[in-house]
């Protein structure tokens, strides 16, 4: 499609709003490559698909959730030796979670609330994904009854429960003796209870005694009447509870690195998933825009019939003025004519979006009963074509766009000109009008 055209009928706006209703990354990134379909057959396709998108949502299923972004762990997987943290590998579980979600959604029965089982039948949005994966559910389990938010493993793990079982244990010995030594050496110590410095246990000794103890003195008060030491018994019994922490962190990045190979084996599987999910999220983002903006599925014409009913510029939003149009076949051109701020700009861009909508959205924001042939291209010029660096006056330019448009549009174009032939002497610029108008 034709970039000018692109950014003179306002498309990039409308673009923006619909791919803000996606619910995944993959989604959006598929909206940004539209396709502008010509075939009568794939288009009523498409439009079958989102049709039955919109009805999902009366028959009592959980709407599909948002999905985290997991293309860098997809990228760290498959460097050799790539492992995740824990963020990326609970954002991994919510994704899938949200993926078995959107197949049942997909693939649910059609059945309202109360009403008899039947016969299974088929609706188009059950292709759009297979029976969810079971090793990816096997995987999503795994994940999801290891870790927590926001990517931790569960305190409940059994080996952490093992592991912090025997952090306690030492530093229930290491208590224990603190409270001894004090009790002891009464005389020398200042407190009868142990400190902490440096995240180590030390015990407070009165400087003039501290001869009588050996060990290390990692600091002493402000008045240095006391000096704060770690007994070489205690210096062990620290490094034992070190050592058994540092264990419940070797222990979860043992887990983490388990888990990061379980992802990996299903790199494969997750990957025709995220593909799935991008154009399944892409048509069911214009199902949620389709119903939002009260949107119909054109009626295909064939023979090249155009009949827009209460249609509404989607830009303006609840401002919009609803126009209907009838576009005999035989008629191969219109002029609108009026006064100034009549609303002929608005009318001329309502078409052009409208047939870009029909082949790129599916749906179009007007009233039941709309036509709409199909297009091969649509080709516009509107607004002011005056070009500085080019030398280009606006009458130049419009004249240089013109000229493009008519060399490569056809009887299957839809061409739209606006304030044809101004720029320059009015005589001049009607007649070259009416020419122009001849050719097309």
Known sequence: MDKRTIQDLGFPTVLEELCNMCLSEEGRETLQDLEFITDVDKLAQRQDIVEDLMAL??????????FPSIRDSIVELKIPGGRLDGEQLYNLALYL????????????QRKLPGEAPGDEVWKPAMDLFTPFDSALHTLYKHLDDTLEAPGVVKSSHPAIVRLVKEVERRRAERQTYSLDFLKRQNDASMNIQPVFRDGR????????QRSGTEGIIHSSSSSGATVFMEPYKLV??????????????????????????????????IEDLSTRIGYAD?????????????????????????????????????????????????????VIS???????????????LFALMHQYFYFVPAAEGTVMP???????????????????????????????????CDSHSLVIFDELGSGTDPVEGSALARSILEYC
């Open 57 to 66: 949502g009366t028959y009592g299923k959980s709407a599909p959730v948002s």
């Open 97 to 108: 979670d949200a993926a078995r979600i959107f197949t049942e959604f997909c693939r649910m």
């Open 201 to 208: 246990v030390v015990l407070p000794v009165r400087n003039d």
């Open 236 to 269: 062990e019994l620290n490094n034992q509870v070190v050592m058994a922490q540092q264990q419940i962190q070797m222990e979860i990045a043992r887990i983490l690195a388990q888990l990061s190979q379980e992802v990996r084996d299903q790199l494969a599987v």
């Open 282 to 334: 892409s048509l069911y983002a214009r199902a949620r825009y389709a119903s939002k903006r009260a949107c119909v599925r054109p009626i295909p014409s064939k023979d090249g019939t155009l009949s827009l009913i209460q249609a509404r510029h989607p830009l303006l939003k609840d401002k919009a003025v609803p126009i209907s149009i009838d576009l005999d076949p035989s008629i191969k051109a219109v």
């Open 338 to 352: 009026g006064p100034n701020a009549g609303g002929k700009t608005v009318t001329i861009k309502t078409v052009g």
């Open 374 to 408: 199909i297009f091969h291209a649509v080709y516009t010029d509107i607004g002011d074509e005056q070009s500085i660096e080019e030398s280009l006056s606006t009458f130049s330019g419009h004249m240089r766009n013109i000229g493009e448009v008519l060399h490569a």
